[in-house]
C-alpha cells in the first residue's frame, strides 16, 4: 500500500527544485519574445517526479542535499526543453492544462524557446562544479548527454513510426521505444546522477538502467492509460490526446494486431490522416474498438509486470543501504507509479 | 591586399575539422529518421571558417593543433545545429545549395536533428577533457554556454522583429542583433577560446569581444549584400531570399527610414504577409527601391568601417606575437571577409 511518503516527499524535493530553479528563471532581457516564454512551462507545475528521485537516490546514498540540487535543476531544465520541442513535433494542443507553447506564439519562437532551456540545463550542470569539483560535475554532463541522446533517439525512432504510418509493430519495438524516449531521463538517469553523486563512483551504474527501465516503462503506459480514461479535469493533457495524435502506444500496437483485416484497414486510414483532418466519431470509435478488444486490460496487466519487476530491482539496489526516508520513498515508487491519476 | 594565404589555411584546418568531424557523424541507429538526416548538413560543405578561426588562433597564442580540433568540431556542429533550427524558424527553402531539411522531411524530424547536432557539440566539447584536462573542459564549455546563448537571444529579438512587423529599426538595432546573433558564434566565440586554450588563462578574453564583432558585422553584412546581388550559382541560398522572407536587414532598415510615407506603407504591407503570400513582382519592386535610394552603397560603406575598426581591433590582440603563418591569417581576415563572393 502506498504511504503519505510519496506525496509528502515530492512537495518537499519539489520545493527545494522550484526554489533553485528560480536562480535560472529570472526575468531578463529580450523579455517578451524569451525569457518570459522560457519560464512559461516550468511555471505550469508539474510533480516534480524527476529532480526528486535524483536527490533522494543521492541521500540514500549519503550524499547532502546540496549536492544533488544542480542536478535535479538541470533535469528539471531540461525536461521542460524536451517537452517544448515534443510538442511542437508532435503538434499538441495542451501541456500541464493550458495551450503549447507553440500554439501560443508560433513554432519558431517555440523552437528557440526550447533551445534556451536546454542550455539553461547546461548551464545549471556547469555551476554544479561549484560544489562537486571539476571532475564530478563533468561525469554529470557526461550522464547528461548519455541521457538526453537516449531521449532523441527514442523520439526520432517514434516520429518515424508516425512518418511511415507504421501498422505493424510488436511490443518490443514498443518498450524499447519508451526506454529511450521516457525511462532515461525520467527515471535511469535521475538513479544514475543521485548514485553518483551520493557514492561518487561510477562503478555500478548500469544496474540502474534495469530498474529505471522496469518503473519509467511502467510510468508511461500508466500516463497513456490516464490519457484514455483519466478525470478531464485533473488531466493536464487532451484527453483523448493520444488517439487524436496517433501515438503508437501499447493500446493502438495491440488493437491493430487483434482487429479484423477491415477494422485494419479503416485504423490505417485513420493513421494516415493529417492530425487536423481526423474526425471526433472517428476518434470515438478507435476508444471504443479499444475496450472491445480489451486492449486497456492488457496495457494495465503489461504495466503491473513492470511495476513488480521495478519493486524486484529496487530491493536488489537499494536493500543494503541503511534505512532512510529517502530510501523508502524509492522503493514505494513501483507501486506509487501505478496508483496515481 | 589578401593573399591566398586565407584560401589555403582554411582549405588545410577545414581538413584537419572535417577528418575529426567523421568520428562524430558515423553511421548508426535510428538511421532513416536521425543519423542519416544529423550529417546531412555538415557534408554540404561550407567553408569552415569558424573552425579555422578557432584554430588559428589557438597556434597562434603557441598551442599545439591537437589542442584545439575538438572545439572546432564542436564549434562546427553548434553551427549545423543553429543552420537546422534557424532554417525552421525562418521557413527557409535552400541552405547551401540545396533544400532546407526541414523541407526535405518536414518540421518534426528536422527539430529533432537540430537537437542532436547541439548534443553532439557537447559531446566534442566534454571530449576536451582527454586533452585539455576537466578544468580547461568546462571553462570551454562555458565559453560555449555563452555563445549559444547569445545566439538564443540574437535570434528572439530577430523573431520578435518579423512577429511584430517592426518598422523603425536603428541601425544600433541592427548591429546589437547581429553582435549576438552572428558574432558570437561566428567570430568572438572562435577567438576566445582559441585564446583561452593557447594561453590557458582567461585574463584578457573580453578584449576579443570587439574584434570579433567589428569583423562578425562585416561579415554578416557582406552576407546579406551576396544574397542580393551574389552570382547564383555560388551563392548556396535563394538569391534575394532575405527579402521574400522580410529579414530585417540593415539596407531594408534603411530602406524603411529613407522611403516616402506612401512607400513605407507598401513596405508595411509587403512585410504584414505570410511570406507564401508574397509576389515576385513586391519582391522585386523592395529590392529596386533599395538600390534607388543606395541602401546597397550605404550598407558596403558600413561594412567597410567596421572591417577597417576589425584591423585596428587585430592589430592591438596581435602586433605583440611572434611571426606565424596563423597570425597573419588572422589579421587578413577583414580584408577577405569583405572580398569574398
Not at 561549484?130 to 548527454?145: C, F, W
Not at 529505471?212 to 488531466?235: K, M, T, V, W
Not at 502506444?249 to 486510414?269: F, H, Q, V
Not at 486492449?295 to 524486484?312: E, N, S
Amino acid at each position: 500500500m502506498p504511504t503519505d511518503l510519496i506525496p509528502a516527499l515530492l512537495r518537499e524535493y519539489g520545493d527545494v527544485t522550484r526554489v533553485a530553479l528560480c536562480d535560472y528563471l529570472r526575468p531578463r532581457a529580450p523579455h517578451r519574445h524569451l525569457y518570459n516564454l522560457v519560464a512559461d512551462y516550468p511555471r505550469r507545475g508539474g510533480r516534480m517526479l524527476r529532480p526528486s528521485l535524483c536527490i533522494a537516490t543521492a541521500r540514500a546514498f549519503g550524499a547532502k542535499l546540496e549536492d544533488a540540487v544542480r542536478s535535479a535543476v538541470a533535469l528539471e531544465l531540461l525536461h521542460n526543453a524536451f517537452l517544448v520541442h515534443d510538442d511542437v513535433e508532435d503538434d499538441s494542443d495542451v501541456r500541464r492544462g493550458r495551450p503549447t507553447l507553440h500554439t501560443l506564439h508560433g513554432v519558431p519562437l517555440a523552437v528557440n524557446v526550447g533551445d534556451a532551456l536546454a542550455l539553461l540545463g547546461l548551464r545549471a550542470l556547469i555551476d554544479n562544479q561549484a560544489t562537486l569539483g571539476p571532475r564530478l560535475a563533468v561525469h554529470v554532463l557526461q550522464e547528461a548527454e548519455r541521457m538526453a541522446r537516449e531521449s532523441i533517439e527514442g523520439q526520432a525512432v517514434e516520429l518515424g513510426w508516425r512518418r511511415d504510418n507504421a501498422l505493424s509493430l510488436s511490443d518490443a519495438d514498443y518498450l524499447e521505444m519508451v526506454l529511450k524516449k521516457t525511462c532515461w531521463y525520467t527515471t535511469i538517469y535521475p538513479s544514475r546522477v543521485g548514485a553518483l553523486i551520493g557514492t561518487r563512483s561510477d562503478r555500478d551504474l548500469d544496474k540502474f538502467i534495469r530498474f529505471g527501465f522496469f518503473l519509467g516503462a511502467a510510468f508511461q503506459l500508466q500516463d497513456d492509460l490516464l490519457n484514455l480514461q483519466g478525470d478531464r479535469a485533473r488531466y493536464g493533457k487532451e484527453l483523448d490526446g493520444d488517439i487524436w495524435e496517433g501515438k503508437r502506444t501499447l493500446m493502438l500496437i495491440s488493437l491493430l494486431r487483434d482487429a479484423t483485416p477491415a477494422e485494419r484497414e479503416r485504423l490505417a486510414g485513420f493513421l494516415a490522416r493529417e492530425r487536423r483532418e481526423r474526425q471526433p466519431a472517428e476518434v470515438g470509435w478507435v476508444r471504443e474498438r479499444m475496450e472491445a478488444y480489451g486492449c486497456l486490460d492488457y496495457a494495465r496487466q503489461v504495466a503491473h509486470g513492470l511495476a513488480g519487476a521495478a519493486a524486484h530491482e529496487g530491493e536488489l539496489l537499494y536493500s543494503a543501504l541503511p534505512d532512510s526516508r529517502d530510501k523508502r520513498f524509492i522503493r514505494e515508487l513501483p507501486t506509487w507509479v501505478l496508483a496515481r491519476n
